[in-house]
């Protein structure tokens, strides 16, 4: 199993905790370690707003725990109905993810000892407090997340076995099951992609100066991802047309998989144009058909989905998806070349991308 940098954060933010309850003598610093591990977030935004929910958390789970125990005692039924209470309380105020540690927060401080009760119950409810402030401050200092190393790498990487599996489809020669459990594989992949793509417009909202260069760079990664997905879609649609797609004439089964070539050829200079590996003078037309070769490929396309003369009704239908399929996929690789020709050209300097691959 790898280990990532979030588990070594986690292991951290919990010794730093510890430590400081050590440090400012807490009878029970192991609170302190429980807190922590509850605050620690992926990334520096979300750790400033856990911070906030958990500090607000506390204090209600606090107030609750401290208010029952004063009027009714702590009976276990009495700890189970401030509970209910709070997350009541929790739900309404719209501070679920804070929710877990309240619960903690009014276990520990009900069940401290009866003597000097305001006294343990104020300890251990800033010692809740410490945990939280180590967490943040751990994910503000240590191993700041390169999100756009790995945004970038999740990105080229599922592109680069779309591109794979698209090949072989065009030349009919993916094997169906494999290419069936990879489309699920290729899915998810997609999911987690978008999810990095979250993390990244965060970190770059939030805690960096907004300026036209650093919004650009965010719509650019966005392109990138709406280009994969539009191959993606040409891949399911290939998959689940493909007998369709090897009747069709060979003269159309020939322009087709040349067209698509050329596009996964561009999308591929795409990606390392944004590195800065290609020159900014390449352009779409550069390496794609002319006018003449598109209208012919959109010209033989029309004419199989006018013959009418098959078994399969919805076949003219499910041509016209690969066909608009094509083309859309050819837009979203023009937008991007536009977005990335537009940045390289107004923001050279801030222009200089250093992602491993």
């Given at each position: 199993m790898k280990l990532g940098a979030r588990m070594l954060k986690t292991g951290i933010a919990i010794t730093l905790a510890l430590y400081?309850?050590?440090?400012?003598?807490?009878?029970?610093?192991?609170?302190?370690?429980?807190?922590?591990?509850?605050?620690?977030?992926?990334?520096?935004?979300?750790?400033y707003l856990s911070v906030v929910e958990q500090v607000q958390g506390n204090i209600i789970g606090a107030l609750l725990a401290i208010t029952f125990y004063l009027l009714f005692g702590s009976h276990l039924l009495i700890v189970g109905l401030a509970a209910i209470v709070a997350i009541v309380i929790m739900v309404k105020l719209k501070l679920e993810n804070s929710i877990r540690l309240a619960l903690v927060t009014i276990i520990v401080i009900m069940e401290a000892p009866a003597e000097q009760f305001l006294y343990f119950a104020s300890l251990r409810t800033l010692s809740i407090f410490i945990g939280i402030l180590a967490a943040f401050l751990v994910n503000f200092i240590f191993l700041p997340p390169k999100y756009e190393t790995k945004l970038f790498q999740s990105i080229s990487s599922v592109t680069e076995d779309i591109l794979k599996w698209i090949r072989l489809t065009t030349r009919f020669a993916s094997e169906d099951q494999l290419l069936k459990k990879d489309i699920g594989s290729i899915k998810k992949r997609i999911t987690q992609v978008n999810q990095l793509y979250s993390m990244y417009e965060e970190e770059r909202r939030y805690f960096k100066k907004t300026d036209r260069a650093k919004l650009r760079k965010l719509v650019i990664y966005r392109q990138m991802i709406q280009v994969t997905q539009k191959s993606f879609d040409i891949l399911k649609l290939q998959q689940k047309y493909e007998n369709i797609l090897h009747k069709v004439p060979e003269s159309l089964q020939v322009e087709t998989r040349e067209r698509f070539d050329y596009l996964l050829g561009f999308h591929e200079q795409l990606l390392l144009k944004y590195l800065g590996k290609v020159r900014q003078e390449v352009e779409l037309d550069d390496v794609l058909f002319g006018e003449s070769d598109r209208d012919r490929l959109r010209d033989l396309f029309i004419n199989e989905i006018r013959k009418g003369d098959t078994e399969d009704v919805f076949q003219p239908y499910h041509l016209m998806r690969i066909l608009s399929g094509i083309i859309e996929y050819e837009e979203q690789l023009e937008q991007l070349d536009k977005l990335i020709r537009t940045y390289q050209t107004y923001h050279e300097k801030e222009s200089q991308v250093h992602v491993d691959i």
């Open positions: 400081i309850a050590q440090l400012l003598n807490m009878p029970s610093p192991i609170f302190t370690g429980i807190a922590a591990i509850f605050a620690i977030q992926p990334t520096i935004y979300r750790s």
